[in-house]
């Protein structure tokens, strides 16, 4: 699943102790929380109350806090924050690079979008956006590419460990994408490829007018109350579509819960309930794939799902064990942040322990 990213980048988050801290104390000690610190709409309990085995649950921060790359864990379950802490130096106040968790931000983004008429329909051609690039020799099926097949990652281009720093290395991200070769037909096979995603943000750029890093804080972070710290660009200047958005991990927790909400918080509907239904659909049908403690796993519109602990999960998956995982039925978001510089196969296996983490200690928690 985490696909290596070639299936994914994989997942884990929750905090627990509601530490205020960097979490030097003991996982395990339980301290009273302060109301007062907390300003920024976190409603909290304790695992007890809201259905979690409290040692179970400090065993799985003894275990995050054993990994060197962790940064990050947060639950948060009937929409109370029930357990955090941050490790290696990382605090609450901090903003991670949140990497290809922010594909599911852009998937968003894209469903605003539609919603406000910026966008006409996910069969829009992507070429028909960048006319520029257009050549003579260019091969006829990238005439076929559409912004759907973007998010359902089936353009055809190859994976990104064959062709990310190929691109991201050169002076213009979007040309070279739409330069690479065709490995298959568009819509005939799912590829993870990240700048495939960058296509939809520079798409999204010209559709509104305004930048992505603008579009994102006008329509998304300032209605959720949540910021958008930072956001690497290309030599261009477009947004990085599939990667590097600055979030802490209460903000990308808030995130998870505006998608169990089905879109509205706050008082609107931020994001159309239809786009968030449609986005979490398995649109890849795979059949019984297994990622360490994934069962299951498929991927919808930049968001992948499967099985977990026996329970639905879907959720956004950065390099290296960035995670946004929602549980449906259980009314709970599991967040972990972590060091992404990795490569690809430590990455896989960094995303995998993480997972553990979750299944058995956090999930292992849940009183059935």
């Known amino acids: 699943m985490a696909h290596k990213r070639r299936h994914l980048i994989l997942l884990s988050g929750v905090v627990l102790c509601l530490c205020l801290s960097s979490c030097k104390e003991s996982p395990t000690e339980v301290r009273a929380f302060n109301p007062d610190a907390l300003n920024d709409g976190w409603a909290v309990s304790t695992p007890e109350a809201q259905g979690l085995d409290r040692q179970i649950l400090a065993s799985g921060y003894e275990a995050a806090a054993r990994l060197p790359y962790s940064y990050s864990l947060l639950v948060v379950r009937n929409g109370y924050l029930i357990s955090e802490q941050y490790f290696n130096g990382d605090s609450r106040e901090v903003a991670n690079d949140v990497k290809s968790v922010s594909k599911s931000v852009l998937s968003g983004l894209v469903g605003i979008a539609l919603d406000q008429r910026y966008l006409d329909s996910l069969n829009q051609r992507i070429l028909s956006s960048f006319p520029e690039y257009v050549m003579p020799s260019l091969d006829p099926r990238k005439y076929d590419i559409s912004i759907r097949h973007l998010l359902m990652m089936r353009a055809g281009f190859g994976r990104d460990e064959d062709v990310y720093f190929q691109v991201y290395n050169s002076s213009n991200w ?28 520079g798409i999204l750029t010209k559709a509104s007018g305004m930048s992505t890093y603008a579009f994102a804080n006008r329509y998304l972070c300032e209605p959720l109350g949540i910021t958008l710290h930072f956001w690497e660009q290309d030599p261009q200047g477009f947004y990085f579509g599939g990667n590097s958005m600055g979030f802490t991990p209460r903000d990308l927790a808030k995130f998870g819960s505006l998608y169990l909400a089905g879109g509205y918080m706050n008082g609107r509907q931020i994001i159309p309930k239809q786009w968030i239904d449609e986005s979490l659909s398995n649109f890849t049908n795979f059949q019984n794939q297994i990622w360490g403690d994934l069962n299951n796993y498929n991927y919808g519109y930049l968001w992948w799902m499967g099985e977990l602990s026996g329970f639905r999960v879907y959720f956004a998956l950065g390099h290296g064990g960035q995670v946004v995982l929602n549980v449906p039925d259980l009314d709970m978001i599991v967040v972990s942040t972590a060091s992404p510089e990795f490569d690809w196969n430590v990455a896989d296996e960094h995303e995998r322990a993480i997972l553990h983490i979750i299944a058995f200690y956090v999930l292992g928690a849940v009183s059935r």
């Open 174 to 201: 979007i040309q070279t994408t739409i330069d690479l070769p065709l490995l298959s037909s568009p819509g005939e096979r799912m590829v993870y490829n990240t700048f495939e995603t960058h296509l939809v943000s």
